[in-house]
């Protein structure tokens, strides 16, 4: 069961995969009050099942279109969702979508190299400044000194690939520059969103999901879906200041960078 106490919480790229996974557990644990499940098309196919979900609970999700790629959805989502989370803002917002490209520095393409770093990194800190003045609010309506999920928090999904100590060792079988690079462009936004955020007192740090089985991390991977949010949730739920600029992985271990 999922330890997030967050009143408010909102998830890009919820419509499968980890985001699902997340709005899925969160939705079976009484903490949400409200959950914010976007995905870039609401209405299409690949969002069926977020869609039955949200019939499920129609009290505590409301999918909101937000396209990373696309500069006007992140503010018409965010102007939305600001209409929504009212005096006491929102709590948490998970930055989960991303895309994977393979290759080299012999084979990746430069489209791949620019599409991976407009999702997984220009997407994200988009969102971070759009939705900052929320967080900010439900930072100051907590009334609560240092930082946690409950308060306000920003966790950006990253992954070891971004890692320059993890990756080098394991780049042979994950031959994903174009990811491992933009990754690691998130990590980086992290720690300066980190510091951007902290006199707001909004916890912000990365987290990785472990090698899971979704379309993203292949059949190969070593987790299912349901292991690896059960961790992380765990994870979002106890993290403190201490934890602020970090880097841990789905168990808690720190990742080094
Ligand atoms: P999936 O490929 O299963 O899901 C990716 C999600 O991101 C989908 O909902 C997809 O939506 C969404 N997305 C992609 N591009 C955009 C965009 N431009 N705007 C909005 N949403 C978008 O991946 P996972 O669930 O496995 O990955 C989730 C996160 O976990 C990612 O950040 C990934 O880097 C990280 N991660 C995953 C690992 C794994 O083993 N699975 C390992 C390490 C990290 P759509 O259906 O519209 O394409």
Avoid at 24 to 40: D, G, V, Y
Avoid at 224 to 253: C, R, W
Wanted: charged share 20%; hydrophobic share 40%; with cysteine.
């Amino acid at each position: 069961m999922a330890a997030v106490k967050a009143c408010k919480i909102l998830i890009t790229g919820a419509n499968r995969g980890l985001g699902l996974e997340m709005v899925k557990q969160l939705s079976e644990n009484s903490c949400p009050k409200h959950i914010f499940a976007t995905c870039r098309d609401p209405d299409g196919p690949k969002s069926a099942a977020l869609r039955e979900l949200a019939k499920k609970h129609p009290n505590l999700i409301t999918i909101i279109r937000l396209d990373a790629d696309d500069p006007c959805s992140i503010k018409e989502s965010a102007k939305k969702v600001g209409s929504l989370v009212g005096a006491n803002g929102l709590n948490l917002l998970v930055n989960n979508a991303a895309i994977v490209a393979n290759g080299t520095i012999q084979t990746s393409s430069v489209e791949d190299l620019k599409n991976t770093f407009n999702t997984n990194v220009i997407g994200p800190l988009l969102i971070i400044r759009e939705y900052r003045p929320y967080l900010q609010i439900a930072a100051k309506a907590s009334g609560t000194p240092g930082m946690s999920s409950k308060k306000a928090a920003i966790i950006n999904i990253s992954t070891v690939a971004a890692s320059m100590t993890r990756m080098p060792p394991i780049y042979s079988h994950f031959q994903t520059l174009p990811y491992a690079v933009s990754k690691a462009g998130f990590n980086m936004l992290t720690v300066l969103a980190a510091e951007e955020v902290k006199t707001d007192e909004i916890l912000c740090m990365a987290l990785h999901p472990g090698w899971v089985k979704t379309d993203l991390g292949g059949r190969d991977a070593t987790l299912e879906p349901n292991e690896s949010v059960e961790g992380m949730l765990k994870v979002i739920g106890g993290l403190t200041e201490k934890q602020h600029g970090g880097f841990l992985d789905y168990t808690g271990a720190t990742v080094t960078w």
